[in-house]
């Protein structure tokens, strides 16, 4: 992994965090950039990002006080999501992120190549969301 690719990385998760860079730039960016799709585990507070040739680099992301229940919700992770989708006004990525942890999210795993963002529960459930337009 360059320090290139990882500054890019860094620079997207930031962006989102910031509320700097919405999904759609963010996906646009690391595409370009050659990754081909990264993770974020909210248990661990990290996001992964994966080239094609398996290297991967990991970076902390922010931490939230928000605990991540035991049951998955794919109703409330899906409206959240319609919110992110619809910037809903005072749609922040801390709050996307707060309410899908309420909704049982333990993280989600994004791939360029599959159009489509996975979101997963403590005990396997999945919520799988077609990325817009496909």
Same mark, same amino acid.
């Given at each position: #992994? ?14 989102? /965090?910031?509320?700097? #860079? ?11 950039? *050659?990754? /081909? ?11 992964? $990002? $994966?080239? %094609? ?6 970076? %902390?992301?922010?931490? &939230? +006080?928000? +605990? ?6 794919? /109703? ?12 809903? %006004? ?13 909704? *049982? ?5 994004? &791939?360029? &190549? *599959?159009?489509?963002? #996975? $979101?997963?529960?403590?005990? *396997?459930?999945?919520?799988?969301? #077609?990325? %817009? +337009?496909?």
């Amino acid at each position: #992994m360059t320090q290139e690719l990882t500054d890019i990385a860094a620079r997207c998760l930031h962006g989102s /965090e910031n509320n700097t #860079m919405p999904f759609p730039v963010v996906v646009q960016t690391l595409a370009a950039a *050659g990754f /081909e799709s990264y993770s974020i585990d909210f248990r661990k507070s990290e996001a992964t $990002y $994966y080239l %094609p040739d398996g290297t991967s680099i990991t970076i %902390p992301a922010d931490s &939230s +006080n928000t +605990n991540i229940t035991a049951t998955f919700d794919a /109703e409330s992770v899906n409206a959240a999501i319609k919110e992110a989708q619809a910037l809903v %006004p005072g749609y922040t990525y801390k709050g996307f992120c707060d309410k899908v942890r309420a909704a *049982g999210c333990a993280g989600y795993m994004v &791939s360029f &190549s *599959g159009h489509r963002a #996975m $979101y997963y529960g403590r005990t *396997g459930e999945t919520h799988t969301e #077609m990325f %817009p +337009n496909r």
